[in-house]
């Protein structure tokens, strides 16, 4: 069973940054590709980035096209965390950003049910 907890959500204005953490207990972190997802009030919760390890090529990111360019996910084997870097926010990346877990398949995943666990949420505002 893999626990996850996020922190470091809060209010920001726009063209601000904010980062975001997730700590991993239960498991062998390594093993878990990690993803963030993100849900908005009154929309489905939508994927924003995800991070794969191996131990030949380290670790292999995928964005959603929202937020290439501006997010950055990374991970710390070490530590069990994994971090979302949000620069240059926007009024519209305001939901609740949620961590999330699977067994790394070699295969990268993106839809809410491939993921088995899940954090409780962080909320983040961007205003305008």
């Known amino acids: 069973q893999v626990r996850l907890v996020e922190s470091g959500g809060g209010l920001v204005q726009a063209g601000g940054s904010l980062r975001l953490s997730c700590a991993a207990s239960?498991?062998?972190?390594?093993?878990?590709?990690m993803a963030w997802f993100r849900q908005a009030p009154g929309k489905e919760r939508e994927f924003v980035a995800t991070i794969r390890w191996s131990r030949w090529s380290g670790g292999s990111t995928v964005y959603a096209d929202s937020v290439k360019g501006r997010f950055t996910i990374s991970r710390d084997n070490a530590k069990n965390m994994v971090y979302l870097q949000m620069n240059s926010l926007k009024p519209e990346d305001t939901a609740v950003y949620y961590c999330?877990?699977?067994?790394?398949?070699?295969?990268?995943?993106?839809?809410?049910?491939?993921?088995?666990?899940w954090g409780q949420g962080t909320q983040v505002t961007v205003s305008s």
């Open positions: 999330a877990a699977r067994t790394d398949s070699g295969i990268v995943k993106i839809t809410r049910s491939e993921y088995t666990y």
């Open positions: 239960g498991g062998t972190f390594s093993n878990y590709a």
